[in-house]
């Protein structure tokens, strides 16, 4: 058979220098992976087999097995899985486009400590390059199932591997090793070691649900003896809690994850009645890289009478929960349920309900209970929860009351909305928020001038999902969340009265102004008024009670909806020299054409301090640019 030698790609190169050059320190990591891909295409097989009768593909005795020669120093993991077709074998192995290599490369130089690093091999796909820690080289040899020609893969690491056409692979994948020498200070060991291998199945992989098999070493002249089963194969989550030890909780959690980091928090949960089943779920300590993008693989494993079915089942937790990893075991469930048909199920819906309630019942109880626990969890995932408040009217109560936000009332400690109740001031009836990038852009906002002023607490909302789930919620406790920079706000409480009349009056005085500057700036605003939420700027701009903040409208234009633009309002502070220096010009001379462009930069510069850009740039440096050179 004809072989051909293919380039590795740029990222693929730079991953395998890495690996050859000792970044991990723990590189007993390679095996764990390395099992983990053959346990892996075990489950496709079987899932393949259920599915399609007809496929040519002995199922009778699905193993993984281990086989080590000590002369020529090789391991080899075989397993008689799927297996790869020649396509697949360079499409997978022989580049690492699809596994975000630029990110895992960025992420692997700036890991702070060894066990950072080594999480970060299985977390982005290249659980198989691990191989190169150990090994001079690699000889990967597979036959896809119901294939009749296998595909042999080599490589030394660098900057080439080879492929060929082979007639008599096996079914399944096996993986040789030319192992390097044993170098025990580098943390090399001596994988031909037969104890060795033992250890690090025990502590990596006992929980697999096939069996692991290696046939002990043979005595001078003794009998070839029967292979041996390393790994106890008991599915955990079937196990009472008494019997499992945490550490090999963090391993299943690792082996489904490929989350080097020990999980924050372990959920167990047995339902039983009319609709059997078992969870062990798991919260991650650390929010994987691709938490927000529209690829992240979302969901748990789900077996059927401990049958595994499929690997990220979408369908037994909300979107918002996606972080969340583990494994399902339903016992009435058909063995052959696709996708389709789950997300109709009835003892599916049942189950998410379920286990959504659990997954929030444990997080309130960290937040009660274990306040650094509960504080790492918030800023992990507090961005995702916070999506439910918008998609989940069933369970908002819930997500609000595990939820906690940045506020005026401390610089470090977030606050609850209950806390906030609690703090609110003789009077006051709504809960006041601003939403914005950074807390430091919103924390000097022109809207917040009157609140901190009067030491009115405003809750400082800073992720783009806020503009949406505040509106979705409404209120709290009876109480209504207003947006500091929506609808006119009057704070003043006590003396209404006498505050009103003033208000009043100044609206009288200003009245031709505003309607004046109303005209100017007709193409971008719908109103000028007085504000009673200024005390140190001169102007600010504000939405409309009911209308979307720009913000808003923003994040439905890059969803692809088009919304269409929203005039504003802009408020302006009589108290101020400028609104007062404009007034007087105003009532002085009928020739206004300078005022206008006076008006326009007004309005732009209330623009700016909210964070926005100007409507024409070059237009607003002309302008200042003329009013700065007239001061000189």
């Given at each position: 058979?004809?072989?051909?030698?293919?380039?590795?790609?740029?990222?693929?190169?730079?991953?395998?220098?890495?690996?050859?050059?000792?970044?991990?320190?723990?590189?007993?990591?390679?095996?764990?992976?390395l099992?983990?891909?053959?346990?892996?295409?075990?489950?496709?097989?079987?899932?393949?087999?259920?599915?399609?009768?007809a496929?040519?593909?002995?199922?009778?005795?699905?193993?993984?097995?281990?086989?080590?020669?000590?002369?020529?120093?090789?391991?080899?993991?075989?397993?008689?899985?799927?297996?790869?077709?020649?396509?697949?074998?360079?499409?997978?192995?022989?580049?690492?486009?699809?596994?975000?290599?630029?990110?895992?490369?960025?992420?692997?130089?700036?890991?702070?400590?060894?066990?950072?690093?080594?999480?970060?091999?299985?977390?982005?796909?290249?659980?198989?390059?691990?191989?190169?820690?150990?090994?001079?080289?690699?000889?990967?040899?597979?036959?896809?199932?119901?294939?009749?020609?296998?595909?042999?893969?080599?490589?030394?690491?660098?900057?080439?591997?080879?492929?060929?056409?082979?007639?008599?692979?096996?079914?399944?994948?096996?993986?040789?090793?030319?192992?390097?020498?044993a170098?025990?200070?580098?943390?090399?060991?001596?994988?031909?070691?037969?104890?060795?291998?033992r250890?690090?199945?025990?502590?990596?992989?006992d929980?697999?649900?096939?069996?692991?098999r290696?046939?002990?070493?043979?005595?001078?002249?003794?009998?070839?003896p029967?292979?041996?089963?390393?790994?106890?194969?008991?599915?955990?989550?079937?196990?009472?809690?008494?019997?499992?030890?945490?550490?090999?909780?963090h391993?299943?959690?690792?082996?489904?994850?490929?989350?080097?980091?020990?999980?924050?928090?372990?959920?167990?949960?047995?339902?039983?009645?009319?609709?059997?089943?078992?969870?062990?779920?798991?919260?991650?300590?650390?929010?994987?890289?691709d938490?927000?993008?529209?690829?992240f693989?979302?969901?748990?494993?789900?077996?059927?009478?401990?049958?595994?079915?499929?690997?990220?089942?979408?369908?037994?937790?909300?979107?918002?929960?996606?972080?969340?990893?583990?494994?399902?075991?339903?016992?009435?469930?058909?063995?052959?349920?696709?996708?389709?048909?789950?997300?109709?199920?009835?003892?599916?819906?049942?189950?998410?309900?379920?286990?959504?309630?659990?997954?929030?019942?444990?997080?309130?109880?960290?937040?009660?209970?274990d306040?650094?626990?509960?504080?790492?969890f918030?800023?992990?995932?507090?961005?995702?929860?916070?999506?439910?408040?918008?998609?989940?009217?069933?369970?908002?109560?819930?997500?609000?009351?595990?939820?906690?936000?940045?506020?005026?009332?401390?610089?470090?400690?977030?606050?609850?909305?209950?806390?906030?109740?609690?703090?609110?001031?003789?009077?006051?009836?709504?809960?006041y928020?601003?939403?914005?990038?950074?807390?430091?852009?919103?924390?000097?906002?022109?809207?917040?001038?009157?609140?901190?002023?009067?030491?009115?607490?405003?809750?400082?909302?800073?992720?783009?999902?806020?503009?949406?789930?505040?509106?979705?919620?409404?209120?709290?406790?009876?109480?209504?969340l207003?947006?500091?920079?929506?609808?006119?706000?009057?704070?003043?409480?006590?003396?209404?009265?006498?505050?009103?009349?003033?208000?009043?009056?100044?609206?009288?005085?200003?009245?031709?102004?505003?309607?004046?500057?109303?005209?100017?700036?007709?193409?971008?605003?719908?109103?000028?008024?007085?504000?009673?939420?200024?005390?140190?700027?001169?102007?600010?701009?504000?939405?409309?009670?009911?209308?979307?903040?720009?913000?808003?409208?923003?994040?439905?234009?890059?969803?692809?909806?088009?919304?269409?633009?929203?005039?504003?309002?802009?408020?302006?502070?009589?108290?101020?020299?400028?609104?007062?220096?404009?007034?007087?010009?105003?009532?002085?001379?009928?020739?206004?054409?300078e005022?206008?462009?006076?008006?326009?930069?007004?309005?732009?510069?209330?623009?700016?301090?909210?964070?926005g850009?100007?409507?024409?740039?070059?237009?607003?440096?002309?302008?200042?640019?003329?009013?700065?050179?007239?001061?000189?």
């Amino acid at each position: 058979m004809t072989t051909e030698t293919f380039e590795f790609q740029v990222e693929a190169r730079q991953l395998l220098q890495l690996m050859i050059h000792s970044v991990y320190s723990n590189k007993d990591v390679f095996l764990r992976e390395l099992v983990s891909n053959a346990s892996d295409a075990l489950d496709k097989l079987r899932l393949e087999k259920l599915r399609d009768d007809a496929l040519d593909a002995d199922v009778s005795d699905l193993h993984i097995e281990l086989d080590i020669d000590r002369e020529a120093r090789t391991l080899t993991v075989r397993d008689n899985g799927i297996g790869m077709s020649y396509d697949e074998v360079g499409q997978l192995i022989g580049t690492i486009a699809n596994s975000g290599t630029a990110t895992f490369l960025k992420e692997l130089k700036e890991a702070q400590d060894a066990a950072g690093a080594e999480g970060l091999i299985g977390q982005f796909g290249v659980g198989f390059y691990s191989g190169f820690m150990v090994a001079d080289e690699v000889t990967l040899v597979t036959r896809r199932a119901g294939e009749a020609q296998g595909t042999r893969w080599t490589s030394r690491g660098e900057a080439t591997y080879t492929l060929e056409r082979v007639d008599d692979a096996p079914q399944g994948t096996s993986v040789t090793l030319h192992l390097k020498p044993a170098d025990p200070e580098n943390q090399l060991h001596d994988y031909t070691s037969e104890w060795t291998i033992r250890e690090i199945v025990k502590r990596y992989s006992d929980f697999i649900t096939w069996p692991i098999r290696m046939v002990p070493e043979v005595e001078d002249g003794g009998d070839t003896p029967e292979p041996e089963t390393l790994n106890s194969m008991k599915a955990l989550w079937a196990r009472s809690r008494d019997e499992v030890s945490d550490d090999e909780y963090h391993e299943l959690y690792k082996h489904i994850s490929h989350d080097w980091r020990e999980p924050l928090e372990t959920i167990r949960l047995q339902a039983e009645g009319t609709f059997e089943y078992q969870a062990l779920l798991f919260v991650p300590s650390h929010a994987p890289h691709d938490l927000f993008t529209r690829d992240f693989k979302r969901g748990v494993q789900l077996y059927v009478k401990r049958v595994f079915i499929m690997d990220d089942c979408e369908a037994l937790l909300p979107p918002y929960l996606r972080f969340v990893k583990g494994v399902v075991d339903a016992q009435d469930l058909s063995l052959n349920v696709s996708r389709e048909i789950l997300q109709q199920d009835r003892h599916i819906r049942m189950m998410q309900r379920r286990l959504t309630k659990k997954v929030l019942s444990t997080v309130k109880e960290l937040k009660t209970k274990d306040a650094e626990r509960y504080a790492t969890f918030w800023r992990e995932f507090g961005t995702a929860l916070k999506e439910g408040l918008v998609t989940d009217s069933e369970n908002r109560d819930a997500i609000l009351a595990v939820s906690s936000f940045a506020t005026t009332h401390s610089d470090d400690e977030p606050t609850t909305l209950a806390q906030y109740v609690e703090r609110m001031k003789d009077g006051q009836e709504d809960i006041y928020y601003i939403t914005g990038e950074s807390r430091q852009s919103i924390e000097n906002s022109p809207h917040m001038e009157a609140f901190r002023d009067k030491g009115i607490e405003v809750l400082l909302l800073t992720d783009a999902v806020d503009e949406v789930w505040v509106d979705a919620v409404g209120t709290y406790e009876g109480k209504k969340l207003r947006s500091v920079a929506k609808g006119e706000i009057d704070l003043d409480a006590e003396g209404a009265d006498k505050a009103a009349e003033e208000r009043e009056k100044q609206a009288e005085e200003y009245a031709g102004l505003l309607s004046w500057m109303r005209e100017q700036l007709d193409e971008d605003i719908k109103e000028v008024r007085l504000s009673t939420r200024l005390t140190v700027s001169p102007a600010c701009i504000v939405s409309d009670a009911h209308d979307l903040t720009p913000a808003l409208e923003n994040m439905y234009r890059a969803m692809g909806q088009e919304v269409p633009r929203t005039k504003r309002i802009l408020e302006l502070n009589p108290g101020h020299p400028l609104v007062k220096g404009l007034h007087q010009a105003y009532q002085a001379s009928e020739e206004r054409t300078e005022l206008a462009e006076s008006a326009e930069l007004l309005h732009t510069l209330a623009v700016l301090a909210e964070g926005g850009q100007p409507k024409d740039p070059a237009r607003f440096v002309r302008l200042v640019s003329d009013r700065l050179e007239r001061t000189l």
